[in-house]
């Protein structure tokens, strides 16, 4: 009888390895993937899929299970070389091997975010709120991006039980209580009681011999984590991004949400980001674009020039004036079509027909300190044919050319 088992579980075992989902695949990763992005992946989908985001939902729950399975033998260093060698077989054999393993997916997933493994009725934690400076290049193109945040997490070492042997006690001087009662004498025969925190848990109940010597007996550390960050077309100016569940952890509440406002990034002129290094940029308001463009006092008085603006993703906006077009000092130009792309949530992502604002144009008139020799000899020359012309006496007439006649000049 027991040949005939074993048999049949020998051909069962290969069976169900082959029917299994690749673990892999279950958490999205590489095979190459580190123990961060592992780390990450479970994050994510274990918030994803979580019975109690998703009630009723069967399919949820066996993803959920199938998530915290994968993260099981994949953020294990000898569990994850036995499932690259041999698969789910081998990872059976070994569990069959009378090596423990298999956890409650809530105890797991209570790891990363505390309050015992399930959001429904549990303490919550505070939210977090943090800001992001982005290029207003990447508001233009859109970008995907990472950032890093310092935050509270609980300690892997110990599993956020702040003990070094898994061992906790209920103190002994409060009773778990975390509370004392002391009675101090006022008069004889009279007291007064006054309720305090135990100065032997510090108001935790528990005590711990041999603290973790990872987060010293407090189950939690401060890390560096970096998350995905995803720039849409056109996001506005302080726009915030939620992140669920990735606050500051503690295991005796479920963490609070990380609120991420995206602001625009000064410009530092010179780098990368930047779009000119002679100290003219982009400035954004709201759906529009503001462009200062610097003209020399010949160009604006008596046209005739052309100039390319770069604009945000590479594509040219031209500016230009023909011969004897004048531009005044502090004239703004309104380009339709050239200024930022305009936002609708969520609904503006793919969107083929995104509509624009405007580029705001801003002509700033240089005057010399004095006149070259050429152009004095120009202006000049100007003035005589324009007094000819019209026939002005100086010495009745102290009147000045109207720069509409340079062209008949």
């Known amino acids: 009888m027991r040949l005939l088992l074993g048999l049949l579980l020998s051909l069962l075992l290969p069976l169900i390895a082959l029917c299994a989902e690749d673990y892999y695949k279950v958490l999205g990763i ?16 274990s918030l994803q899929y979580h019975p109690d985001k998703n009630p009723g939902d069967e399919s949820a729950n066996t993803k959920f299970l199938e998530v915290t399975e994968a993260y099981e033998i994949l953020h294990d260093k000898e569990l994850r070389g036995i499932y690259d060698r041999g698969g789910h077989t081998a990872v059976e054999r070994h569990k069959q091997g009378g090596q ?16 015992g493994g399930r959001f429904g009725g549990e303490r919550r934690g505070p939210n977090v709120e943090i800001k992001v400076a982005v290029p207003l290049r990447d508001f233009y ?10 935050k509270q997490a609980i300690c892997e070492k110990c599993e956020g039980t702040g003990s070094a042997d898994g061992q906790v006690d209920t103190c002994s001087t409060c009773g778990g209580r975390g509370i004392r009662i002391q009675k101090h004498q006022l008069a004889p025969g009279i007291y007064q009681q006054v ?24 189950k939690v550390v401060r890390e560096q984590e970096t998350h995905d960050l995803h720039v ?5 100016h302080g726009v915030r991004i939620t992140y669920e569940n990735e606050a500051d952890a503690s295991p005796d509440w479920v963490a609070g949400d990380m609120l991420v406002y995206l602001v625009e990034q000064e410009p530092q002129l010179g780098k990368e980001d930047d779009e000119r290094t002679d100290g ?34 590479g594509h040219v906006v031209q500016l230009s004036r023909k011969k004897g077009e004048v531009i005044q000092p502090g004239t703004v130009e309104i380009v339709q079509g050239e200024g930022m792309p305009i936002w609708h949530g969520e609904h503006s992502e793919g969107a083929y027909d995104m509509e624009f604002g405007s580029l705001h144009v801003e002509y700033v008139v240089v005057l010399p300190d004095q006149m070259d020799k050429s152009m004095e000899k120009e202006f000049w020359g100007l003035w005589e044919k324009w007094r000819k012309k019209k026939g002005v006496d100086l010495h009745k007439d102290s009147g000045r050319p109207d720069p509409k006649d340079h062209d008949e000049l």
């Not at 849409?232 to 506005?236: C, L, T, V, Y």
């Not at 604006?300 to 052309?306: H, L, V």
Request: charged fraction near 30%.
């Open 30 to 45: 590489s095979k190459s993937a580190s123990d961060r992005e592992i780390k990450k992946a479970y994050k994510a989908k």
């Open 100 to 115: 423990q393993h298999g956890h409650n997916p809530f105890d797991v997933f209570s790891q990363f975010f505390g309050g």
């Open 141 to 150: 193109n859109g970008r995907d991006t990472q950032f890093t945040v310092e």
């Open 195 to 218: 309720q305090m925190q135990c100065d032997v848990c510090h108001g935790r109940g528990k005590t711990i011999k041999h603290p973790c010597p990872v987060c010293g007996g407090r």
């Open 232 to 236: 849409e077309r056109g996001m506005p």
């Open 280 to 313: 003219t940029f982009f400035r954004r308001r709201g759906k529009d674009l503001f462009w200062r463009e610097v003209l020399s006092l010949r160009e604006a008085w008596m046209g005739d020039w052309t100039r390319n603006i770069t604009h945000l993703d």
